[in-house]
Nanobody, 118 residues
Framework: EVQLVESGGGLVQPGGSLRLSCAAS????????MIWLRQGPGKGLEWVST???????????DYADSVKGRFTISRDNAKSTLYLQLNSLKSEDTAMYHC????????RGQGTQVTVSS
């Protein structure tokens, strides 16, 4: 059974930083491409970032335009953990953040809340 548990969210001022983590189990994490999604208040689910699984020496990454240059996705296959570094946070980044499998967005965790407010 796929299990994904996010952590690291919180309340932060505009311009601040957070590091989100996603502990994965129940599948072969190292070879699975993973994504971060978010859902802001009153909004639908939005794709944030993707990182491919181990298919060579390089993990390819991609970002939504709204977070490019501010967020960084990474993974530690030895720990079966996915990360998202959030820098230069803006109020519009306020959302519940979920990690998920690229090929099945329904396989996602409960989420961790990020609130950006002064």
């Amino acid at each position: 059974e796929v299990q994904l548990v996010e952590s690291g969210g919180g309340l932060v001022q505009p311009g601040g930083s957070l590091r989100l983590s996603c502990a994965a189990s129940g599948f072969t994490f190292a070879t699975t491409s993973m994504i971060w999604l978010r859902q802001g208040p009153g909004k639908g689910l939005e794709w944030v970032s993707t990182i491919t699984g181990r298919g060579g020496n390089i993990n390819y990454v991609d970002y939504a335009d709204s977070v490019k240059g501010r967020f960084t996705i990474s993974r530690d296959n030895a720990k079966s953990t996915l990360y998202l570094q959030l820098n230069s946070l803006k109020s519009e980044d306020t959302a519940m953040y979920h990690c998920a499998l690229l090929n099945d967005w329904n396989q996602r965790g409960q989420g961790t809340q990020v609130t950006v407010s002064s």
